[in-house]
């Protein structure tokens, strides 16, 4: 074997930060697609495990005696905690070591704490056990991006990582559809013990077949080679806020996204309740029919923010945010006809479209951050986007809708869900300005 094979050969293995500039070849296409699917099947058993706890919700209500408030913070700020504050240093490590073994540590662990879940018997049991789930998804997601955009050449990240993000639909879908059965057959401990151990099963998978690629091979310039170009030093924290920091996009880009995320995430937690109190709904039919809406809405809304955003962002970088304002702006007035119609019927299928609308960010987004730093700096920089994005989506918005919710339960009874819901729709026009100040500033800030 030849020296350069034997160097691409030890990169592979490491996938340290001296990886940038790599003479490995790329991976063939057949490999590549392996790769994002065993990754769309982790973060799918991210999902599940996150969003179960929506469906759960209302036996878990019955049987631990607990308020509105109270599973807002368990299934929101519980999960957010450790999920936000943890999500930067494991994203250090990955911009240095395996981002695969973090991976692999990190599904294991989030798995074995969904497990636990099922062990609790009180509200600050239970709160703790979400601590963990937390602790274990931090180190999850950063760390496939960077994967992902070092299997990816620039023209088609958009759509792998909305292909990526297909786990966003997919595990929500299974959790809400699997916890309401589960629970129906047997009950909601099992639920969590048998998605937590499911999850603990595919671990060896990503380990031992995902291999580390090159970092930063991909965006090399065609006039230059290996051979040429310098490896970057590793970045120090600071080193990467203070590059963001200058780039205004990355800030309307995150805080727009977190304003959506404050209803995407409340919606996936609390839709189920709402269906059972407002449409007086089995637990078993709320899990049928949320499970459906948010498999066909996610599924179309993601694909088609990532084919729009590769499309047209190639020619005008500004697209990367304007298309996901567009939608959030449209999403408004089919939410409040949803909401609203007392016909499950005509509430189904008028929510199919915001809920693909809603999600039609997820490519554009995700793959704008990945382009607005060198190579060696992307999981930092995604788990920076994630930090405020998920503090604040998934912090916030699951605990307000609930805190809402309790408010108005003087006035409205059992229907004070549904408006709690209704008002929360006016984070898509913030999240939707954020996002048209920020394409101002993308093709500026742009890395190349």
Known sequence: MSAARVSAARVMRTGGPRDSGSASPPASLAYRSYVLAVLVIVYTFNFIDRQIVGILAVPIKTELHLSDSQLGLMGGLAFALFYTFLGIPIARLADRVSRTGIMTAALALWSLMTAVCGLTHSFAQLFMARLGVGVGEAGGVAPAYSLICDYFPPQERARALSVYSFGIPLGSAAGITLGGIITSLMSWRMAFFMVGLAGLLIAPLLRLTVREPARGALDIAPDRTAANVKAPASPTLLGVIGALARKGSFWGLSLGAASAS???????????????????????????????????????????????????????????????????????????????????????????????????????????????????????????????????????????????????????????????????????????????????????????
């Open 262 to 448: 404050m209803m995407g995430y409340g919606l996936f937690f609390w839709m189920p309740s709402f269906a059972v109190r407002s449409f007086h709904l089995t637990l078993l039919q709320a899990s049928m029919i949320y499970g459906a809406l948010v498999l066909v809405g996610g599924l179309s809304g993601i694909w088609c923010g990532g084919v729009l955003a590769d499309r047209y962002g190639a020619g005008r970088k500004a697209f990367y945010a304007l298309i996901p304002a567009a939608a959030f702006v449209t999403t408004v007035p089919f939410y409040v006809a949803g909401v609203l119609s007392t016909t499950l019927r005509v509430s189904f299928i008028v929510l199919l479209v915001p809920t693909a609308l809603g999600l039609v960010w997820l490519g554009p987004v995700l793959a704008a951050v990945q382009h607005l730093v060198p190579a060696n700096m992307r999981a930092t920089a995604s788990a920076l986007f994630l930090f405020i994005n998920n503090l604040i989506g998934i912090g916030l918005g699951t605990t307000l809708i609930g805190v809402v919710s309790d408010l108005m339960r003087a006035r409205f009874g059992a229907e004070s869900l549904r408006y709690a819901i209704l008002a929360g729709t006016g984070f898509y026009l913030i999240a939707a300005a954020l996002l048209f100040l920020s394409s101002r500033r993308l093709d500026k800030d742009w890395e190349r």
